[in-house]
């Protein structure tokens, strides 16, 4: 069955860094929020990286990464997909990322995950011609990497925000 991305984009004109994921988590579609299983590390690994404490509702979320100059969505708009498995997804309709560049002063993207940056790559790059770069996927399913070996791969965020 065909889902749908029911996320809004979170950005505003001070936005500098772009954060795509592939597409939202059955727990994210839920709760209309990014990242939002528990044992999704996104929000440890930002508040770790910006020595901020543990971001717990959805607002203080928000409001930290337009803080940071952060923008943050996903590269999908629909596909078929089983569960919350990006190597399921089939049938991509892509969101425009286009339109939040125009109304930011992004330079810098980065992909959460392989599967977001494969679709990056294949979707978006063709038009945007910013090259994106791949930091290994926050989500529980990527055990290999424990927190703190995120934490230093994610460090790269940080040396252009300012």
Aim: glycine share 2%; hydrophobic share 35%.
């Amino acid at each position: 069955m065909k889902q749908y991305h029911n996320i809004q984009p979170i950005y505003n004109k001070q936005s500098r860094i772009l954060i795509l994921g592939s597409f939202p988590s059955v727990k994210s579609r839920e709760a209309q929020f990014f990242y939002h299983h528990p044992q999704n590390r996104f929000w440890k690994i930002l508040a770790t990286l910006h020595h901020h404490e543990p971001l717990e509702t959805i607002e203080a979320k928000k409001a930290f990464l337009l803080e940071h100059h952060i923008a943050l969505w996903d590269v999908i708009e629909s596909c078929q997909i089983k569960g919350s498995s990006d190597s399921s997804i089939e049938d991509v309709v892509v969101n425009d990322i286009h339109s939040i560049l125009q109304k930011t002063q992004i330079t810098h993207i980065y992909t959460n995950g392989k599967k977001a940056h494969q679709l990056y790559q294949k979707y978006c790059y063709p038009y945007t011609h910013i090259q994106d770069i791949c930091l290994p996927s926050s989500s529980p399913a990527n055990a290999s990497f424990s927190l703190e070996r995120l934490i230093k791969e994610w460090n790269i965020i940080t040396l252009i925000e300012n």
